[in-house]
């Protein structure tokens, strides 16, 4: 799986309470535009929207299911359960970013996946986002 890389405005909306990460709504989308992790804010309007909507893709990707979002000792640790996107007729792609945001934020972007080349799912194919749920998406301490 890909390093997760944070957004700076995350970390700035975290400071100023604009994420409530235990009741969320996340979503993750696929794109092939690079994020630019020190610009980026939002969803949709600063990060490119990429591969249209169809062929098994849903606009704004998949929403997330968040498996757990407590701290123990002084760390707040975010899991979420993976997700499938599965192709049909077309496919779908081509893309290499998994972004995740906050849809109930104003979709307001937290973090991504680099897989360091682009990818295109064919008619049937499944591409799996396995997230840590060991360790969580992300800690704050």
Not at 23 to 51: E, G
Not at 100 to 117: E, L
């Amino acid at each position: 799986m890909a390093a997760f890389a944070k957004y700076n405005t995350f970390i700035d909306e975290i400071s100023k309470g604009g994420h409530n990460l235990q009741t969320a709504v996340f979503k993750c989308a696929l794109t092939n535009t690079a994020p630019t992790a020190a610009s980026d804010t939002v969803w949709n309007t600063t990060v490119a929207p990429a591969p249209a909507a169809g062929n098994g893709y849903t606009a704004g990707g998949n929403t997330l299911t968040t498996s757990s979002a407590t701290t123990t000792a002084g760390v707040f640790k975010l899991v979420l359960a993976d997700t499938v996107f599965t192709a049909t007729a077309g496919g779908i792609g081509p893309f290499r970013y998994v972004i995740i945001y906050n849809s109930s934020a104003s979709n307001k972007v937290v973090g991504y996946y680099d897989y360091a080349s682009s990818i295109t799912l064919n008619d049937t194919e499944t591409f799996t986002v396995d997230f840590d749920a060991a360790n969580g998406v992300l800690t704050l301490t």
